[in-house]
């Protein structure tokens, strides 16, 4: 017998997992949650039919999202995390000692409590005494918090589905608002290289240089995400990415990685040409 | 009807693209040469099954194969290309008016026959007057010549197929032997993500570090290459890539490109942690 994972989102354009077995399969109030074991990713979680983390590769995205920021923040203590029920972000971030709280909001109860059985390697954080998750909708949450976090990551699906409301431009100006004077917001940016995805590129980050004064893009090579291309959005109400990084290698900053390391950090902000063109021109809108 | 063109090169993951019609097809005294059309990835040619090219992405590959080493390099007059029979890296070349003279070693006649019937935006270079086309093996092209070329690009196809020979210990002497003193070699190097793939970077990176005393790699997003990470091999018997790089914008250096810019230069030598330590475990070897 041959089973595969087809994740056809592009139409015309497919990226297939040979899988052993299906682990989990259920339907929350919210999407369909699917966990599958493969031989060359290993376990992978699939929300409503799309790949949102593989053990193989779930390393690069997580390590993106949060050692890019905590190295130009010099003293994160309280962050927000929305979405992330797989656990990947939150095992980051207690690598810091120094960060004191994490909100973790997640509105389907059901995906964190699926990944804790079946992807320990990203879930098990979710037990950190500094870790206070709540299952509600993200903006909800937000809406009446002011001058709460130094760090707000952004970890929902694509804006096409249930995370649309995480693309909104309502949302990004809560964050702003519940960001601290030197607050930093990391978000999934989508990938440039499909012309839908590429549209999406857009429409994000015009919102997002329209809510912050400093908003960059950074890449990553993510080969489960469709076109392997995958960006970041930084947006900041103080520090840039660059001019603010911490370039020297602090004892508390010596930390385990397998993909971010200090030249990577200025290297992935280093875009394309084609990238850079498509996000100028609605950097002016 | 839906017809699909389907690699199948890891026979755990699919990468497949939707075809609208299938517009060549030989088998030549090599390999099996197709062409195809799709609506997202414009034409593309397959050898052997293997996509090699694409309308859409191909100019991340050429432009990165060519603009790293002319930006290095300051006066490149003589360059070898072996392989390279669809002619996006000729194309790249003759942008450069400082260039004379461009030897093109391909094995195959009918790949060169078929692009420029097919593939005409990247075959069209061939008919450039400093361009001298030859039908015969790379190495037996280059195993009679010394101190010859600025700059040899090895444009072939994966080393367990067809290109094996252009991925030798002998083959990469030999082209030592026939660059200048100071003299550049550029190769394809294969993907690091899938683990077959990882074993053949390090076998590459093995034999050009200790064929030239510079061995640098660096990366592009490949969207049509397994898992999108592509590395590309940067060999020298005098220049860095990094200290050597001219990061002024001389007026003969403004070349329109898509892909490649100054500060992408730099940012392609960034390595992921994964990938370094692939290198790194065998260099000392």
Redesign the interface.
């Known amino acids: 017998m041959d089973l ?1 994972f087809s994740e056809g989102k ?9 899988v052993n077995q299906q682990l989990y399969s259920q339907k929350s109030a919210f999407q369909q949650i699917d966990i599958f074991e ?4 290993g376990r992978f979680l699939s929300l409503d039919g799309e790949v949102m983390m593989t053990e193989k ?1 779930e390393f ?1 995205y997580h390590e993106m999202m949060v050692h890019v920021p905590m190295s130009v923040h010099p003293d994160v203590k309280t962050v927000l995390v929305i979405g992330g029920g797989d656990g990947g972000v939150v095992r980051e971030l207690v690598k810091y000692n120094s960060i004191a709280l994490i909100d973790v909001v997640e509105i389907d109860e059901l995906v964190v409590r699926a990944c804790e059985a079946f992807l320990p390697a990203t879930a098990a954080s979710f037990q950190d005494a500094r870790v206070h998750l709540t299952f509600q909708d993200g903006l909800r949450f937000i809406r009446p918090l002011y001058d709460r976090y130094d760090l707000i990551i952004v970890d929902g699906t694509d804006p096409n589905g249930l995370g649309e409301v995480l693309f909104t431009k309502e949302f990004y100006g809560n964050c702003y608002k519940a960001l601290r004077p030197e607050g930093i917001l990391i978000n999934q940016h989508e990938s440039p ?2 012309q839908q995805d590429a549209i999406a590129v857009q429409k994000i980050h015009r919102k997002l240089t329209a809510s912050f004064p400093i908003s960059l893009v950074y ?1 990553a ?1 993510v ?1 489960s995400y469709p ?3 995958w960006l970041f959005g930084f947006s900041s109400k103080r520090y840039h990415p660059l001019a603010d990084f911490k370039d020297s290698e602090g004892a508390d900053r010596q930390l385990a ?5 200090r ?2 950090h ?9 990238v ?1 063109e498509l996000l100028d021109y609605v950097e002016d809108k």
Chains 1, 2 share one sequence.
């Open positions: 595969w592009h139409q015309s354009v497919d990226f297939s997992i040979k493969s031989d060359v990713f590769d690069i290289f499909y890449q090579h080969p076109s392997g291309h990685t397998r993909y971010y390391n030249p990577l200025k290297g992935a902000f280093a875009l394309p040409t084609y850079k």
